[in-house]
């Protein structure tokens, strides 16, 4: 018998983990890193409280890029009225909400 010293934290040498074997090998795994689209789907589908029309509203963050794009359309900013039918064309082709009739051409840029 060794004079080796068995209790908490120093288990009977013939019980010990051997050299490359593990408690539980199957595990968990590693976390997984978040795709770049996942990151910016949470950013934007965030919700944020906004004034629309005077009243305090709740809206994810991505309408209210929009709306902001829309409003400074509609006051004349030349540079989002493009970009809002850019999103249109984009939105129309991937089938996000139903077509819209406006009054202008959909390839009409110059406004």
């Known amino acids: 018998m060794t004079d080796e010293k068995v209790g908490y934290g120093n288990p009977p040498r013939d019980t010990r983990f051997k050299p490359g074997n593990r ?25 944020e409280t906004v004034s629309i029309g005077g ?7 991505l309408e209210a890029i ?26 129309v082709a991937m089938e996000d909400f139903q077509q819209i009739t406006y009054l202008y051409s959909e390839d009409d840029d110059s406004l």
């Open 23 to 47: 408690a539980n090998p199957r595990g968990r795994g590693a976390k997984k890193q978040p795709k770049h689209s996942d990151i910016v789907k949470k950013l934007l589908h965030t919700t």
């Open 55 to 61: 009243r305090k509203t709740k809206v994810t963050r």
């Open 66 to 91: 929009v709306r902001r794009i829309g409003d400074e359309a509609m006051h004349g900013n030349m540079e989002s009225a493009r970009a809002l039918l850019r999103l249109r064309r984009c939105s």
